[in-house]
């Protein structure tokens, strides 16, 4: 229990001696994004009849936001400690594979959460943003994060150099998030299209967390927690699997 | 008593490489042992098996009586690593270093101990510098510090002495020898063979991943021969005892007696062939003739040894 106590506080520890990089950054960039697209869509568009298009983006930038962070945080950590060695300071104690796996993720999550606050806060210093239910917003804001935080262990693990990494997130996170309706609703979207944004837990997550803030979603909120929460349990699944066999750590 | 270290049939292959091949050996407790080879014999291809950052092909090993794979938390907690690689996490400084360590380790409250080796290895003033900013040597240190951090009953050290300056070195030997007095277990590797031969009380000798030879000092260097007699001539070394030269040549001979009594007949045999002694030294072999000799061996001679 110490020993991922101390995990964790490393790895929080870790992207607090950089927040410039690891917070603001990330916060500045998703207020541009909001800026400049409420900017150009304001009035042309308008999400459930009665919800703002700029108040619409700010769930979907919030959780964009979430996501990569969550994954940048256990897959550059990782990766960084096998290039430079340093990951023997976590192989030679006595952690345990979950130990070692909750450590990663859940300071993936705090620093998901971190940006994430930091975006709302911009945002809702320009838009008028309700806030129905809390409780959805935290579950949504937990799981997506530790699901990125898990597939970015994922990443860090399995890969041998640092553009492989940055290659997992180019071509599979990016785009899953660009995909799953940060910023359009997917009833916007022909019907075929529709159904394939249904399968992108990334969507689920997106649509889940707008029933937080404005009551109203695209699919049942239930149905939206359950995704995430199955695609949580199988990646996680495969990440403490990894870890088990001390594939790529352990030679 | 159990043994600190048991190790039991190692094998490990890289590719086509065999690193370790049917390696056995066991080290007691408070045991000061060495670990020698040439680069690429298995040194740390071994160690990493026992601290679990490798898995061996085939064979077993014990740490304090744990089974490093079964029992691999006990193991771990038994023992303290000073890897080879300078390795440093440049996000801390010393002092977060070790706490943190100490806390995998999941020790709390450890502030004491913690103060106290920095104090040992000289480490108090650096202690809230960040790790980027330390030299080479202060880095080794830390890595040190790291691996006492958790008190180990067993401690070892993959070359820590290299690219170190003489005084750290003495200091940190020092500071070694007082935790062996102490009652740890201390197992080095080293390509200084005088630090081992200073400092350890068993030796192992590896070479292509094989035990080559195993035993205390004393008996290593006891074995081939026990006399060197080093000579510079005026005069030609007569033939019997030229086929017996192993010096350099430049008018420098070394000859290899097995006891004193063969110095009177040497000098004799000498003197009978007009030759004019211009210096002579009688020394002990050391371990550097030793090492040589077994690692110079051929290959069968070797496999026979083992
Ligand atoms: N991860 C690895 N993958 C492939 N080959 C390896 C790996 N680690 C070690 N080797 C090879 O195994 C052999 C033994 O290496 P090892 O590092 O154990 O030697 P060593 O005795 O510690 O040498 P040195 O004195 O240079 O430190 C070498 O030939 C090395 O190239
Ligand atoms: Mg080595």
């Known amino acids: ?251 | 008593m159990v043994a600190a270290i048991e190790v039991r049939g190692i094998s490990k292959r890289f590719g086509t490489l065999q690193a370790l091949e049917d390696v056995s050996l066991e080290i007691g407790q408070g045991e000061f042992f060495a670990l020698l080879g040439p680069n690429g014999a298995g040194k740390t291809t071994l160690i990493s098996i026992l601290a679990g950052l490798a898995r061996a092909d085939r064979g077993q090993a014990r740490v304090m009586g744990y089974d490093i794979r079964a029992d691999y938390r006990q193991a771990r907690r038994a023992l303290g690593v000073v890897p080879q690689e300078l390795v440093f996490d440049p996000f801390f400084t010393v002092r977060e270093t070790l706490r943190i360590q100490s806390g995998y380790f999941g020790m709390r409250g450890n502030e004491a101990w913690i103060e106290e080796i920095m104090e040992a290895l000289d480490l108090g003033s650096k202690a809230n510098v960040n790790m980027r900013l330390l030299s080479g040597g202060m880095k080794r240190r830390v890595l040190v510090a790291q691996a006492l951090v958790h008190k180990p009953p067993v401690i070892v050290l993959d070359e820590p002495t290299a690219g170190v300056d003489v005084e750290l070195r003495q200091a940190l030997w020092e500071f070694i020898r007082r935790l062996n007095g102490d009652g740890h277990t201390v197992v080095l590797t080293t390509h200084y063979l005088e630090e081992a031969e200073a400092l350890c009380g068993r030796i192992a000798m590896l070479k292509l991943g094989r035990v080559v030879a195993l035993d205390t000092r004393a008996n290593l260097v006891r074995k081939p021969h026990s006399l060197n007699l080093r000579l510079r001539l005026s005069g030609r070394l007569p033939a019997e005892l030229a086929a017996r030269d192993h010096g350099r040549g430049g008018g420098e001979h070394l000859l290899r007696l097995r006891e004193y009594a063969e110095v009177e007949p040497t000098l004799t045999a000498l003197r009978s062939a007009g030759c004019v002694i211009e210096d002579m030294e009688l020394e002990q072999p050391d371990l550097e003739d030793v090492f040589l000799e077994i690692m110079r061996r051929p290959e069968a001679a070797v496999a026979g040894a083992a």
């Open chain 1, 1 to 251: 229990m110490i020993g991922f106590r101390t995990l964790f506080y490393k790895e929080v520890l870790r992207f607090r001696k950089v927040l410039t990089q690891t917070v603001a950054a990330p916060v500045l960039t998703s207020l541009l994004y909001l800026l400049v697209f409420s900017y150009l869509l304001e009035g042309r568009m308008r999400v459930y009849d009665e919800v703002a298009y700029s108040a619409f983006l700010v769930p979907g930038l919030v959780m964009m936001s979430m996501l990569q962070n969550a994954f940048a945080n256990s897959s550059s950590s990782l990766i960084q400690s096998k290039i430079t060695g340093n990951i023997v300071f976590v192989l030679l104690p006595p952690l345990t594979y979950w130990e070692f796996f909750a450590g990663y993720v859940l300071a993936a999550v705090v620093r998901g959460a971190a940006v994430g606050l930091g975006v709302l806060a911009a945002a809702w210093i320009f838009v008028d943003l309700p806030l129905r239910h809390p409780a959805w917003i935290l579950g949504f804001a937990f799981a997506a994060s530790a699901l990125l935080g898990a597939l970015g262990l994922i990443a860090g693990v399995a890969a041998d150099k640092i553009d492989q990494v940055a290659a997992f997130q180019n071509f599979l996170i990016m785009p899953m998030t660009f995909l799953s309706g940060v910023f359009y609703s997917i009833h916007s979207l022909p019907p075929f299209w529709q159904d394939v944004s249904h399968l992108n837990p990334f969507f689920s997550m997106i649509d889940g967390l707008r029933v937080g803030f404005f009551g109203r979603s695209d699919v049942s909120p239930l149905a939206s927690m359950g995704v995430a929460f199955a695609s949580l349990g199988i990646v996680s699944g495969i990440a403490l699997a990894m870890l088990k066999s001390g594939y790529k750590l352990r030679f």
